[in-house]
């Protein structure tokens, strides 16, 4: 069992930065995409960025552009987030997710996990 764990996440004024981490015990993917997104309260979980072992080919929602950057250090299977420029609007639980083909002993199988979350609060 995968776990992500989460970390960074505090309160910011508007305009501030926070960087996000993601750790995993273990990382055995062999295609994944990894992602991050959020939640805020009263909220559905919205995508927030991806990134993927494929080529590296990185993808932001609208709100995100500009902003945000995700990126990845292969050495030791960290996801990272770096937001700028943050909002009220940006207030919000910040999940990792990891999506993909993992090797098990048993043979390879499609697996979908999350980190706990950080909450990030962005005042005016």
């Known amino acids: 069992q995968v776990q992500l764990w989460e970390s960074g996440g505090g309160l910011v004024q508007s305009g501030g930065s926070l960087r996000l981490s993601c750790a995993a015990s273990?990382?055995?993917?062999?295609?994944?995409?990894q992602s991050w997104y959020r939640q805020a309260p009263g909220k559905e979980r919205e995508l927030v960025a991806s990134?993927?072992?494929?080529?590296?080919?990185?993808n932001y929602a609208d709100s995100a552009k500009g902003r945000f950057t995700i990126s990845r250090d292969n050495a030791d299977n960290t996801l990272w987030l770096q937001m700028n420029n943050l909002k009220p609007e940006d207030t919000a639980v910040y999940y990792c997710n990891a999506r993909g083909l993992y090797l098990f002993n048993s043979g390879p199988q499609m697996r979908d996990y999350w980190g706990q979350g950080t909450q990030v609060t962005v005042s005016s």
């Open positions: 990134i993927s072992n494929g080529g590296g080919g990185t």
């Open positions: 273990e990382f055995r993917f062999s295609a994944y995409v």
